[in-house]
């Protein structure tokens, strides 16, 4: 089982960009589960070794399962994906840079016919408060403040080909 220690691998550089899906996909993913499968001190001490690197790499981590849940046309993916980035959540060196990754959790979530607050309301005993408060607080945001177009991204292609770019012509 991979541990938080794995996510600074100088392999996640440029992770945001690389093929989806990708063995580092695997291996985040094997982070998120451990975490899911522990017990509630084990996940207090995982979450104490979240550092602003692993959390990003957490962060990102939500934006590529925003994608692949598209593409499979599944929510698994956002769940894993909302409770990568409720890890992430206190310890990202900007946490603003989150809401970026919530408005592609927001399209993906909506696009498959459920909300960030049923998403974060399913995994809750899992999220840390705050970040569970904070994905509350977003989804309760006007649509014009939450959407893609908000935070200068776009959905682009479709199918196998779908991916969250930025701007309205983003490769």
């Known amino acids: 089982m991979a541990t938080v220690r794995h996510l600074l691998d100088r392999r996640f550089n440029g992770y945001i960009g690389i093929k989806l899906p990708h063995e580092l996909d695997d291996l985040v993913e094997s982070v998120v589960v451990g975490y899911l499968d522990a017990t509630a001190a084990a996940r207090q001490e995982i979450l104490d070794a979240v550092r602003p690197r692993a959390a990003g790499v957490l962060c990102v981590f939500?934006?590529?399962?925003?994608?692949?849940?598209?593409?499979?046309?599944?929510?698994?993916?956002?769940?894993?994906?909302?409770?990568?980035?409720?890890?992430?959540?206190?310890?990202?060196?900007?946490?603003?840079?989150?809401?970026?990754?919530?408005?592609?959790?927001?399209?993906?979530?909506?696009?498959?016919?459920?909300?960030?607050?049923?998403?974060?309301?399913?995994?809750?005993?899992?999220?840390?408060?705050?970040?569970?408060?904070?994905?509350?607080?977003?989804?309760?945001?006007?649509?014009?403040?939450?959407?893609?177009?908000?935070?200068?991204?776009?959905?682009?292609?479709?199918?196998?080909?779908f991916r969250y770019g930025y701007g309205s012509t983003s490769a």
């Open 62 to 161: 939500g934006r590529r399962m925003a994608t692949m849940a598209v593409r499979t046309d599944s929510t698994v993916p956002l769940y894993r994906g909302i409770v990568g980035m409720g890890m992430a959540e206190r310890t990202l060196d900007e946490p603003r840079n989150s809401l970026f990754v919530l408005a592609t959790v927001h399209h993906s979530a909506t696009t498959l016919g459920t909300t960030i607050t049923r998403l974060a309301t399913d995994m809750r005993r899992y999220l840390p408060e705050p970040a569970y408060e904070n994905f509350l607080a977003f989804d309760q945001r006007t649509e014009k403040n939450k959407s893609l177009r908000a935070f200068g991204l776009a959905a682009c292609g479709s199918g196998d080909e």
